[in-house]
Every structure is written in C-alpha cells, then in structure tokens.
C-alpha cells in the first residue's frame, strides 16, 4: 500500500508542474493581450516643470509600452516621482521603463520646492 500511496503523490507533483508551466505558455502566447515585456512601442514624453506645476499633468500609455519621461526644470528645482511604479526623474535628467501594470498612478515632485510644491502632482494612466 505504500508503494501506491507514493505513486499517487508523484503523479499529483507531475500534474501541478505541469499545470504550473501550461499556465505560463498560455501567459505568454495569448494573442492581442496585454503583455508586460516592453514589446510595445517607446512612448516619449517631455514634461516642463515650473513653479506653478508641470505642464503635463496626465501621462496616457498602453501597458507594455516602454515609457520615456524627460522633466526639464523651467524654475526652481523638482523631480518627478511615480507612486506605485518607484521611478523618479530629476530635472534635466530622462527615465526610461516599461509600464507593466495597469491603472492610474500619481505622480509629484519629490523635492521640497516651496509654497506651490503641492500643487506639482500629475497622472500615469497605464490601459
Ligand atoms: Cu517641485
């Protein structure tokens, strides 16, 4: 009896491995899906930060799409920090990443710049 108990305990590992890696082909090869590996086009956006906000407030992209966010620093000094994704770009610099989640993130500046700092927030809506 123990001989078969041991059996049916292999046979049940088999079939969770095997159910396991069906799962991941099936994840990978689904046709018109949203995919996560930045097969998506580069998407690029410059964002103008002053002293009033930025002057873009909602950054729109498909999930998949590698984004590219350059800030320039027309006053003062800020950065742009995307919650929920942890990327940050400081002025004058570029960040590049693939938005692999989707919803809506928020974004500020991350640098105490004064009285107007709150009013530097803006929008990543992955779809
Ligand atoms: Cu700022």
């Known amino acids: 009896m123990k001989h078969s108990k041991r059996i049916i305990a292999v046979f049940i590992m088999l079939a ?33 930060a002053r002293s009033t906000g930025y ?28 919650k929920g994704y942890n990327k940050e770009v400081r002025g004058g610099k570029t960040i590049t990443f693939v938005a692999d989640k989707a919803g809506e993130f928020e974004f500020a500046c991350n640098i105490s710049c004064g009285k107007n700092h709150k009013l530097m927030t803006g929008k990543l809506i992955v779809k």
């Open 55 to 82: 002057d873009v407030q909602e950054i729109r992209v498909n999930q998949g799409d590698t984004v590219q966010i350059t800030l320039k620093n027309d006053q003062g000094m800020h950065s742009l920090k995307i």
């Open 16 to 48: 969770a491995i095997f159910a396991l890696s069906a799962c991941g082909k099936i994840e990978d090869k689904a046709p018109g899906s949203a995919n996560s590996a930045g097969n998506g086009p580069v998407k690029e956006f410059t964002v103008h």
